[in-house]
């Protein structure tokens, strides 16, 4: 014999009688919303049923380092709020490698660059480098081969032969960050003796750290006009 659920509802003036299992009750707990976008938070606050009191229970902490903002909105209360942030990098500059010390061989790196010569601020420049890598191998040979030095200085040759046939540097033109505008990023190709490619661009680490610190700063400045009462941390 099964055992008999009853619930009891008071309905109005009446109380009602219900056979079988009661709904479940769901107790509030934390909301957590993680890697969203950089304006995700100004985009919560924003809000019409964000409420003061709650604002003077809140904190936002912010990282330039690690490209974040997170806000905690209704410390005390049981379903506070999580809004976790972050600036992230665009893919199509991720998948350059740039400054990461990847290897390609040259003919990896010109089929590479030949499948997004779109984002090369001048296509010409970008064929160009395909073809100058493809043959940088023949080159090379035939420069020794054409050397009189008997200490045999292979890595001398290897950058005249550079020097000769590569752009000291190129640009591409991309967002550095998704949902961004585009900027130009300088990259030089560096070769090893064994003519494997480097990606390189000491300007690429300021551009990001400029590029996200402006970011940062914008949704900062939009958080303190809508709540100066919020309490704002730097991590």
Do not use: W
């Not at 709020?81 to 490698?97: G, H, M, Q």
């Not at 499948?115 to 480098?129: G, I, P, Q, T, Y």
């Not at 020794?144 to 550079?162: F, H, P, T, W, Y």
């Amino acid at each position: 014999m099964s055992d008999l659920k009853i619930s009891v509802v008071a309905e109005g003036n009446e109380v009602v009688v219900r056979q079988g299992a009661a709904a479940e009750i769901h107790q509030p707990g934390e909301v957590k919303v993680s890697n969203v976008t950089i304006g995700a938070v100004v985009e919560f606050l924003s809000k019409k049923d964000v409420e003061e009191g709650v604002i003077l229970d809140s904190v936002l902490v912010y990282s330039y380092d690690r490209l974040t903002m997170d806000l905690s909105y209704g410390l005390s209360v049981k379903n506070t709020y999580l809004i976790s942030s972050i600036i992230e990098l665009n893919p199509d500059l991720e998948a350059f490698n740039i400054n990461t010390g990847k290897r390609y061989s040259s003919f990896e790196l010109a089929d590479f660059i030949k499948m997004n010569r779109h984002l090369f601020e001048s296509k010409s420049v970008a064929m160009e480098l395909v073809s100058a890598l493809k043959n940088i191998k023949a080159n090379v040979n035939k420069a020794i081969e054409a050397s009189r030095d008997d200490r045999g200085n292979k890595r001398a040759l290897i950058d005249q032969v550079v020097e000769s046939n590569i752009p000291e540097v190129f640009n591409i033109e991309l967002p550095v960050f998704k949902g961004c505008g585009k900027v130009v990023v300088p990259i030089e190709v560096v070769l090893d003796e064994s003519l494997d490619c480097m990606l390189l661009s000491p300007d690429l680490k300021q551009i990001v750290a400029e590029e996200s610190k402006i970011l940062i700063d914008n949704e900062l400045d939009k958080v303190k006009e809508m709540h100066p009462q919020l309490r704002i941390y730097q991590k």
